[in-house]
């Protein structure tokens, strides 16, 4: 059996940009995500996780109108590999969330293909 699934809690780290391909809208974004720990020493220490993501369908218009740099989202759906190559020929990958369900504030979930924006919810993810 194989899953392919991460939900990430976070802020945007900048504004999202939507653009449409093909005649359907599509928004991309950047999410940072904090984690803490203690190293073994004892001090506490946090990394920051940077994850691009991307979001097909009417849901898109939601990120693009109501999200900007420093909004609290939770996103959830597959993570995704693009392989790409650079102007000077090296190839690189990268890796970006593909959105499925998105939740700004203390709303509902909403499901990516629904862009419901009844369903966004509030200001506040209450964790």
Same mark, same amino acid.
């Given at each position: 059996?194989?899953?392919? *699934?991460?939900? =990430? ?14 005649? @359907?809208?599509?928004?991309?974004? @950047?999410?940072? +995500?904090?984690? *803490? ?10 990394? /920051? =996780?940077?994850?691009?993501?991307? $979001?097909?369908?009417?849901?898109? *218009?939601?990120?693009?109108?109501? #999200?900007?740099? #420093? /909004? /609290?989202? =939770? ?6 590999? &693009?392989?790409?190559? @650079?102007? &000077? #020929? +090296?190839?690189? @990958?990268?890796?970006? $969330? ?8 203390? #709303? +509902?979930?909403?499901?990516?293909? /629904? ?13």
């Amino acid at each position: 059996m194989n899953f392919n *699934s991460c939900t =990430l809690v976070g802020r945007m780290v900048r504004d999202p940009e939507i653009r449409e391909v093909g005649g @359907t809208n599509v928004v991309m974004f @950047t999410v940072a +995500s904090n984690r *803490s720990f203690k190293k073994k020493d004892g001090e506490k220490a946090e990394k /920051t =996780l940077f994850m691009d993501c991307e $979001l097909w369908g009417p849901a898109a *218009s939601i990120i693009n109108d109501r #999200g900007v740099k #420093g /909004t /609290t989202i =939770l996103v959830s759906g597959p993570i995704e590999q &693009d392989t790409f190559q @650079t102007q &000077d #020929g +090296s190839k690189r @990958t990268r890796y970006k $969330l593909r959105v499925d369900f998105f939740q700004f504030g203390q #709303g +509902s979930v909403v499901p990516a293909e /629904t862009g419901n924006a009844a369903d966004a919810g509030g200001d506040d993810i209450p964790f």
